[in-house]
């Protein structure tokens, strides 16, 4: 059974950068099939798509977090990576990292997520 | 971007209720919609993808409707463990997209 795990500071001063990994277990991250994403979640809010990475290292963001969002994989350890810089109040959230079904482009699996709070 | 809106944005309803879920995209999407279902505290779960297709695992009390613009989530007879907030997201075009959600609450 696939499964996916975040982790990564839980609190984050203000202009610093959050930086988490997900780790995929039970298969492989390097599926033609498959992207990794991240994807948040403001609490009591709904869900943003953060951007996603195939394993050859090809990434898509969402433009409006575009410039200060960074994706990366590590085949080898069978893990990909957010960093988001610059953060504010605004970039408090449960950050989850997922797989993405290539075409029909759905998230069938989802880690547990993990909350990050910015603040001083 | 395309936007996602769904209604209502809460319900109430008893157990074995059929319950229907609405989502409007901007523009035509064809079948690239799908639904999650996000229980307290958890992460969401895939129920239906392109539209209509359930998800393995998923009880066939779900089901879902489209093409185009405007697309159905139905729950043919609600059950306790239904409780949970509902989310569409388009899957046509970056940037991926959800709606704003629907929380379903049992009476």
């Known amino acids: 059974q696939l499964q996916l795990q975040e982790s990564g500071p839980g609190l984050v001063k203000p202009s610093e950068t959050l930086s988490l990994t997900c780790t995929v277990s039970g298969g492989s991250i390097s599926s033609s099939s498959y992207y990794w994403g991240w994807i948040r979640q403001p609490p009591g809010k709904g869900l943003e798509w953060i951007g996603s990475?195939?394993?050859?290292?090809?990434?898509y963001y969402n433009s409006s977090l575009k410039s200060r969002v960074t994706i990366s994989v590590d085949t080898s350890k069978n893990q990909f990576s957010l960093k988001l810089s610059s953060v504010t109040a605004a970039d408090t959230a449960v950050y989850y990292c997922?797989?993405?079904?290539?075409?029909?482009?759905?998230?069938?699996?989802w880690g547990q997520g993990t909350l990050v709070t910015v603040s001083s | 971007d395309i936007q996602m809106t769904q209604s209502p944005s809460s319900l109430s309803a008893s157990v074995g209720d059929r319950v229907t879920i609405t989502c409007r995209a901007s523009?035509?999407?064809?079948?690239?919609l799908n639904w999650y279902q996000q229980k307290p505290g958890k992460a969401p779960k895939l129920l239906i993808y392109?539209?209509?297709s359930l998800q393995s695992g998923v009880p066939s009390r779900f089901s879902g409707s489209g093409p185009g613009t405007d697309f159905t989530l139905t729950i043919s007879s609600l059950q306790p463990e239904d409780l949970a907030t509902y989310y569409c997201q388009q899957s046509y075009s970056t940037p991926w997209t959800f709606g704003q959600g629907t929380k379903v609450e049992i009476k």
């Open positions: 523009q035509s999407i064809s079948s690239y």
């Open positions: 990475i195939y394993y050859s290292g090809s990434t």
């Open positions: 392109a539209a209509s």
């Open positions: 997922a797989r993405r079904k290539s075409g029909d482009n759905y998230f069938d699996y």
